[in-house]
């Protein structure tokens, strides 16, 4: 910027998605396996058919000044994914020296393993979250990396009104890849959070009884990371997650999505976390040559491998179709004709499971154009 010692950076990409689902769903323009009915089910709005949209499509801006302490820095970023293709927010944080102030990806994420999707939605059984927070990030050491946050505490609840507790607090130690320590990277995060909700003393949802609250203490800790691999081709890596925890259900992505995840009123009015496992393991494979006649296709093609789950174990009180498991797995074929315009395909499958032990599963198809700048 003329004048100062700053610099703006502008960015963002433009994307067509057409996601076709062979099987009713309630969400049509990204693979969200919570949303799929269990078979003889029946759920409004629910359908099979094609789905076209712009929306995914994001922009960012980022303005860096240099101080005598440091750089500051500063980053927006939205999509059209609100109401009616309204922009919506997706980041929006300053940044100093060791400290952050905003909204983005939460610490208990790790965003650096998240695998390469044509699906907007992702990986069912991430941990992948973002919201305000304040956080830490001091020096420690050449190979590894420190991160503590204070972060927005909120509860979903399968019965009840969720309400805000006191905090949620994450830390998480980095494994760099660099050094000594191999061309590697993985992460550690833990959580502790502050569950509390809104219940009906009766019991039976009676409006004229006065609302109690009743709260709990939830806690994850999840690993993630990934390696290079050569034994099918040269630049292959693996990645993958694995989560274990008591009301961490809204940092998972599709519990997030589909709400209810953290916690549930048990008969006597008591909120009781609810116990998850989830994780996924990803493939990511670079094509050294493609067919004959490809050969007019020249750029960089590459797949992903992705199996994904999430496993809730439901308490014996809760009602026959909740959210017991799901299973998501995919293969893509993307293409980059340059570095900045990828073009690719997907084949989706997933199943929902309920408590009860019926279940439902749906297969999708996406293809996606999407112009990065």
């Known amino acids: 910027l003329p004048g100062s010692t700053a610099a703006m950076k502008i960015g963002g990409f433009v994307n067509l998605s057409l996601v076709n689902s062979f099987d009713p769903v309630l969400i049509t323009d990204r693979f969200i396996v919570g949303s799929i009915p269990a078979d003889g089910e029946t759920v409004t709005g629910a359908r099979a058919g094609m789905d076209v949209t712009a929306s995914q499509t994001r922009l960012n801006f980022e303005v860096r000044d240099q101080t005598r302490h440091g750089t500051l820095r500063a980053f927006i970023e939205g999509d059209f994914e609100g109401e009616s293709e309204s922009f919506r927010l997706r980041h929006a944080f300053g940044q100093y020296s060791y400290l952050l102030a905003g909204k983005t990806w939460s610490t208990f994420a790790n965003v650096n393993a998240l695998p390469e999707e ?58 760099l890849p660099f050094g000594e320590l191999g061309d590697w990277n993985y992460r550690v995060s833990g959580i502790l959070r ?17 609302p109690g609250e009743s709260s709990t203490t939830g806690w994850g800790i999840t690993t993630s990371g990934q390696k290079s691999f050569d034994g099918w081709g040269e630049g292959d890596f693996v990645q993958w997650q694995l989560t274990y925890g008591e009301g961490i259900g809204r940092y998972l992505n599709d519990l997030s999505t589909v709400g209810g995840g953290d916690a549930v009123f048990d008969p006597n009015g008591k909120l009781r976390a609810l116990p998850i496992l989830a994780g996924f393991v990803s493939y990511r494979h670079h094509w050294a040559s493609m067919p004959w006649f490809m050969d007019d296709w020249p750029g960089i093609w590459r797949s992903n491998f992705i199996f994904s789950w999430i496993d809730v174990d439901n308490y014996d009180f809760q009602d026959d179709n909740d959210y017991n498991q799901t299973w998501r797995t995919s293969v893509n074929l993307l293409y980059f004709p340059t570095q900045n315009l990828r073009l690719g395909g997907e084949l989706l499958w997933g199943q929902r499971k309920n408590k009860d032990g019926s279940s439902g599963s749906a297969t999708q198809l996406q293809l996606s154009a999407r112009y990065n700048f």
């Open 194 to 210: 502050d569950l509390k909700g809104q219940y009906v003393l009766d019991g039976l949802g009676d409006p004229d009884e006065v």
């Open 118 to 175: 044509v699906d907007f939605e992702g990986v069912n059984g991430v941990v992948l979250r973002r919201q305000p927070q304040l956080r830490i990030f001091p020096d420690f050491g050449k190979d590894f990396s420190f991160v503590f946050s204070i972060e927005e505490p909120d509860t979903d609840i399968i019965d009840g009104g969720g309400t805000k507790g006191n905090w949620d607090l994450v830390a998480a130690v980095d494994r």
